[in-house]
């Protein structure tokens, strides 16, 4: 039987050969962005092809913006599967119910379109087939949505009137080799544009512009299909197209972006050239660029607006390479397709190492054991080829582009070394990646996803024996780690010592940049599920480190601390600081450093600049002296703050912008002075104890300074499990989030067993235990005051066997509604937990309680802050309000919903703000670790159930009228830049 079009295992007709891809030259060209016709039809075959002809009359149809996806725009609805095919699994067929747009534009030539030469019509992306017509002329037919495909129009184009109409269908055979894990959204999602081609004009050009470091010296070479010239006037290169020369340069990196700007010249186009100098190449099992080693610090980037999914404009793709420069990040992986070009355009001029990604995976197959697998069926090669082809000769002109990877999770197959052999031979510039084939037998590289520590270290001493010997001979990264999904990833402090420890070890890429939720009217943000999906993967798909809305989160800025490029080590018997340069190639030229010493909440009481040599080079260290600390008359904390910033211009950020900064404790913490002494008092109706009044039946704090207290403080172990506390249902390992549940952690019962009342104290025993279960937390709470403040200690003993850490162990308390500002001093200014504590620095915060809120689009556990001495809950920032003193030093949670409520909540939009403060005061957490997709929480990080002590102090703030609001304090999830 002869399939359809849609259905056909090859790339398509009529295309022109793939060539290099350029924003602009001297040639004449007119977008046709803009508002097309549109008509939606259930089936592929349900509308006759008469819309293409000239004179349709389509009056009647809807409108959808080009570029853009109709679903989202109100026609259909987009899906959301992670690794299946939301259609049977029958390659090459797909269903009869396939949702197919028919686009109509309508457009003039403009007054200055030549009247001589031809014309090429370029499509830079269209989901997943695509068929053309051109005022009644079919010009063919194309798959790979994430590629360019041109067609020769100039013999068809008329000076008015020309009708261009595309059919495009949602599901096509091109749909097996398109199974990435993100969303299915449908239609003509890049830039759609006439290209005039004057005679003469430049066709396919190769920019080949190594460099080399013994010399200094760059060579550059531009192949061209046309005869033409190339000039670099800053260089003093003129030359003809195809001839090499050799010339002293400043070398391009990711730290400095050096572009040389140049011209090829046709007989009949001049065409702009960005060149950068640079040699890639593995030696001795490392990969190097010019010569040295380097380091990926990177992230995964999809394509995502909330808005317009696929379909990004320059400035938010500019947004997104600023956001990822100002983070410390030096490295996308376009994972899984090549991206717009003009983000490769950002990455050139701004500085990225960039992996580039063939729009390949297959990963549905896994379900029938790779049975079928197009990337091992001869039949489906050419549709391979032609897609590694096109990615290829549209970006091999970039100097960010340093690796091509032959696409993701398609297993193994004779088509993958097809396209391996292809790009070498095309390309002996850059290497090749892929991860899905353990015997590396097409790669330049070892790739993983989301091993663990243990076994990174392992592969870090080349023992990992597993594999074949050749493997242990080439370099290593993580093309994915630390799943950055919810709240997390944990454990990313521990991967980085592994890669400064050891030379393979070439870094990773975290998964991923940004949350693909899409907004709605009613869920805030919808995510796998909520379009009525028969088949999805939830809020997989909301995994990055900025939110959909591009606000990073706290997970972004911990990253930027664990990445940054500077470190720095204080030796406090000497009193100096050692500082070593992390970068791969730049100098500390372009930063200033300063120093400050705090003592305890106060502002900065000595500070001054740091004497850093400016030509301290990548890997050189340099110890400083600092000064002495300052005396102090009473007990207090003092801390040593470091700081690097940018010192000079920049086209990535502003002046002053923090790269990277540190903090030391010069004198500890001094005791808390205990409340003691005064006696509790037995009433009628209440127990009176200082500035407390209790319930002589259960001993619960009921007043605190006259403030009811809507929640007593009592024990509390449950927090909503985070995405990684659930983890995923492939994952090894214990899944604590589903195992706490089961024990029922989240309905602990609270038993009285005895209040009583001495002269010196209020104790009330209680055993703390979940039902149907024999374990449980033997609990002592005593109260004692000096009158004026209440001290509450807290003794907790595990009975049982407990198997299971414990998500969090303090005490939780309820404060009216009108206590909505936090004051605390301690770990700030966003969130922080056990294992994500990198960006969370020692001082004093302020910030309404609504805005301590982490907004994970899927609510869970969040809003910690660390390591907390004090905190206040005020009625505004001035006004009265509670103090509490923890000893030792605590986790300090506020919010206007309950850890259920939280719990029980499937969006933002869930959760209601209530008429009390709910406060957490935690004398421990458990880590959070990456199990939503990698290795659970190391350890070390691990909260177990043991015999602890922990107290807190509680008195009354007194309103301070005369006291200044500071400046408004970012919300978490808003960098600090």
């Not at 005039?196 to 050009?205: I, N, S, V, Y």
């Not at 969090?808 to 206590?819: F, M, Q, S, T």
């Not at 802050?865 to 300090?892: Q, S």
Request: net charge negative; charged share 25%.
């Amino acid at each position: 039987m002869e399939l359809p079009y849609l259905e056909d295992v090859s790339p398509g007709t009529g295309s022109l050969p793939p060539r290099a891809w350029y924003a602009r030259s001297d040639a004449t060209s007119l977008s046709l962005n803009g508002s097309w016709r549109f008509r939606l039809s259930p089936t592929a075959d349900a509308a006759d092809d008469s819309f293409a002809s000239d004179g349709y009359d389509a009056g009647a149809w809807d409108t959808v913006a080009v570029p853009g996806h109709w679903v989202m725009q109100g026609h259909g609805a987009p899906i959301y599967t992670n690794m299946v095919y939301p259609f049977p699994v029958d390659p090459p067929r797909v269903p009869t119910e396939n949702p197919t747009g028919d686009h109509l534009r309508t457009f003039d030539l403009p007054d200055d379109w030549p009247a001589t030469g031809g014309g090429t019509l370029r499509f830079d992306g269209v989901e997943s087939c695509a068929r053309v017509w051109l005022n009644g002329t079919e010009l063919g037919e194309f798959k790979g949505s994430r590629l360019p495909h041109e067609f020769a129009v100039g013999h068809l184009l008329k000076p008015s009137g020309n009708v261009l109409a595309v059919r495009v269908h949602q599901w096509s055979s091109g749909s097996y080799l398109e199974d990435q894990d993100q969303w299915w959204l449908p239609g003509i999602f890049r830039d759609v544009t006439l290209l005039h081609r004057p005679e003469g004009c430049a066709l396919d050009f190769f920019t080949h512009a190594s460099y080399d470091h013994r010399s200094g010296t760059g060579t550059l070479r531009v192949d061209s299909d046309v005869d033409g010239r190339v000039t670099v006037p800053e260089l003093g290169v003129d030359v003809a197209a195809g001839e090499s020369v050799t010339v002293a340069v400043e070398p391009w990196t990711a730290e400095t972006p050096r572009l040389y700007d140049g011209v090829l010249a046709t007989a009949g186009e001049r065409v702009p050239l960005r060149i950068g100098f640079r040699t890639v190449a593995v030696e001795d099992g490392v990969i190097k660029v010019n010569g040295r080693r380097i380091l990926f610090r990177g992230v995964n980037r999809h394509e995502f607006h909330p808005e317009t999914g696929r379909a990004l404009d320059r400035d938010t793709m500019r947004t997104d390479v600023l956001l990822m420069k100002q983070h410390n990040i030096n490295a996308v992986r376009t994972s899984h397709y090549p991206p717009h070009p003009a983000f490769l355009d950002l990455c050139d001029e701004l500085g990225l190492w960039v992996i580039d990604e063939c729009d390949l995976e297959t990963h549905g197959f896994t379900e029938q054991g790779w049975r079928d697998n197009p990337v091992d069926d001869d039949r489906w090669t050419p549709a391979l080829l032609d897609r590694a082809a096109r990615m290829v000769e549209r970006d091999k002109n970039h100097a960010s582009v340093i690796i091509w990877s032959l696409g993701n999770e398609c297993g193994t197959g004779r088509g993958l070394t097809a396209m391996a052999r292809w790009i070498r031979a095309r390309d002996t510039g850059r290497l090749i990646h892929y991860e899905g084939d353990p015997s590396c037998a097409d790669t330049d590289m070892y790739s993983r996803m989301y091993a663990d520590h243990a076994e990174v270290e392992r592969i870090g001493h080349r023992a990992d024996t597993e594999g074949p010997e050749s493997r242990r001979q080439l370099p290593f990264i993580l093309c994915e780690y630390g799943h950055a999904m919810g709240n997390g990833p944990g454990g990313l402090s521990e991967y980085q010592e592994l890669f400064d420890a050891h030379e393979r070890n070439q870094g990773g890429f975290i998964w991923e940049w940004i949350d693909h939720g899409i907004k709605h009217p009613e869920f805030g943000y919808a995510y796998g599920g909520d379009f009525g999906e028969e088949l999805h993967d939830g809020n997989f798909v909301c995994d990055g480190l900025v939110f959909p809305d591009r606000l990073p989160s706290p997970g972004l800025d911990a990253y930027k601390r664990v990445i940054q490029p500077v470190r720095f080590a204080y030796d406090e018997d000497a009193g100096t600081v050692r500082i070593t340069n992390l970068h791969d190639f730049a100098d500390l030229s372009h930063l200033s450093f300063e120093w400050a010493y705090h003592v305890d909440d106060e502002a900065a009481s000595e500070a001054g600049e740091l004497a850093v040599p400016p030509g301290l080079g990548p890997g050189e260290s340099v110890d400083l002296k600092l000064p002495d600390p300052p005396p102090t008359s009473r007990d207090a904390e003092t801390f040593l703050h470091l700081t690097a910033m940018v010192g000079v211009k920049t086209n990535w950020t502003k002046l002053d912008h923090g790269v990277a900064r540190a903090q030391f404790a010069v004198t500890p913490r001094p005791a808390v002075r205990p409340a003691t002494g005064e006696r509790p008092s037995q009433g009628a109706e209440f127990i009176t104890l200082g500035p407390g009044t209790f319930d002589p039946r259960t001993g619960e704090l009921r007043t605190l300074n006259g403030i009811p207290l809507p929640g007593a403080p009592r024990l509390d172990i449950w927090r909503a499990p985070t995405d990684n506390d659930n983890g995923a249902s492939w994952q090894g390992g214990q899944r604590n989030g589903l195992v706490w549940r089961e024990l029922g952690l989240h309905r602990m019962q609270h038993r009285l067993d005895a209040v009583e009342l001495t002269d010196d104290a209020l104790t009330v025993r209680t055993r703390v235990a979940p039902a149907a279960r024999d374990i449980g937390l033997r609990t002592v709470y005593r109260w004692t005051s000096d009158g004026s403040q209440l001290r509450l200690t807290v003794s907790v003993t595990p009975e049982g066997e407990w198997t299971v850490p414990l998500p969090r162990l303090g005490i939780r308390l309820g404060l009216p509604a009108a206590y909505g500002y936090a004051h605390w001093f301690g770990g700030g200014n966003g969130e922080a937990y056990p294992d994500t504590a990198a960006a969370s620095g020692i001082g004093r915060h302020f910030m309404p309680v609504d805005r301590m809120q982490t907004p994970y689009v899927r609510p869970q556990e969040n809003g910690a802050r660390a390591d907390v001495r004090w905190a206040e809950l005020r009625a505004g920032f001035t006004g009265e309000g509670v103090r509490v003193v923890g000893e030792p030093a605590f986790w300090f949670t506020a919010r206007r919903w309950t850890t259920e409520q939280i719990d029980a909540a499937a969006h933002r939009t869930d959760l209601t703000p209530g008429d009390t403060v709910w406060v957490h005061l935690d004398h421990g957490q458990h880590g959070i670790g990456s199990q939503s997709c990698g290795p659970g929480v190391l350890p070390r990080y691990e909260l177990h159930a043991a015999p602890a002590e922990f107290a807190f102090t509680f008195s009354r703030r007194e309103a301070t009228p005369e006291e200044e609001p500071p400046p408004v304090a970012p919300p978490p999830g808003r960098s600090s830049l």
